[in-house]
């Protein structure tokens, strides 16, 4: 059966969004113009894939029929979905699929689906459990959420870029569960910090020692990922200290809603914040060792 190929915009050309677009162009689909809020690495991605930087995010789905948005926050989800300004989304909404991946509040995608449903749009939230690598490699871990029909349109988009893609329901659904993997990843990498800078104030071998934590009650995947990191202190980022403070956020405010109260949410969440506000919340969330290791801050 031939594939079937997409006509695309890229809104938000950071690591993970110029990653995804660098995979979709060599899956064959159509890279048509990217934009980002930082102009030079709107310039620097399309000249390497050969399209054009728009200079609004309203230019990258002129041409597009599918537009992939990977932004910050939600200010900045509800800016380049605009009801009200010339350069938005939506001054080009008809008949587009807008595929939106970043971690969000479960609200705004609501929001943001009845916005476009208004201009003749179709939304889906395409929430991503994965870091740069599987960007890159086209090994995603993706829940949706949205109307199935639209999750069946994106489908095929969709398996160019994850190993595994869930649908998980109607709009907001997926980023209540994305939120809810964040928040328990944050917690897991916050005592692991402290127990490797616990061992280290001790004099342990923090090698064998991570050793014995991979072969016991103390194994995570967090150990994995980030042990080796906060022994070295390698902190390049793949998911930054400021993402986890925000997402560990919306975690909360989803508890605060529903009348719950998370204590050990609520420490991580105190933790990424204080990396933040030292300065550090761009270094990955393996610099929350920064704080538990001693002579380091």
Excluded at 90 to 113: D, K, Y
Aim: proline share 2%; net charge negative.
């Amino acid at each position: 059966m031939e594939k079937t190929a997409f006509r695309i915009g890229m809104v938000g050309v950071g690591r993970m969004g110029a990653n995804m677009a660098r995979r979709l162009k060599e899956q064959g689909h159509t890279v048509v113009s990217v934009h980002d809020i930082d102009p030079e690495k709107s310039r620097s991605l399309a000249a390497e894939l050969g399209c054009s930087a728009a200079e609004t995010p309203a230019e990258t789905a002129k041409e597009a029929d599918t537009v992939m948005t990977a932004v910050t926050d939600d200010a900045a989800m509800r800016d380049i979905f605009s009801e009200s300004e010339q350069g938005s989304l939506l001054q080009f909404g008809e008949g587009r699929l807008f595929i939106n991946c970043a971690t969000l509040s479960p609200g705004i995608h609501v929001e943001i689906e009845q916005r476009a449903r208004k201009r003749g749009a179709q939304t889906l939230e395409a929430c991503m459990a994965s870091s740069i690598p599987q960007a890159r490699e086209g090994t995603l871990y993706l829940m949706c959420g949205g109307e199935q029909h639209v999750f069946e349109r994106a489908r095929p988009l969709l398996e160019s870029l994850g190993r595994s893609i869930r649908y998980v329901g109607k709009a907001g659904e997926a980023a209540k569960v994305k939120a809810l993997v964040n928040m328990v990843m944050n917690i897991n990498t916050a005592p692991l910090a402290e127990g490797l800078g616990l061992g280290a104030a001790l004099g342990l071998d923090l090698t064998l020692l991570r050793e014995v934590f991979s072969q016991t009650g103390a194994a995570s995947r967090v150990l994995e990922t980030d042990g080796a990191d906060m022994q070295k202190r390698d902190h390049e980022c793949y998911f930054s200290a400021e993402h986890a403070a925000k997402d560990s956020g919306i975690a909360l405010q989803l508890a605060e809603d529903q009348g719950l109260r998370l204590p050990l949410a609520k420490a991580t969440d105190a933790q990424y914040r204080r990396l933040v506000d030292i300065g550090k919340g761009g270094l990955d969330k393996s610099a929350v060792s920064e704080l538990t290791f001693q002579g380091r801050i």
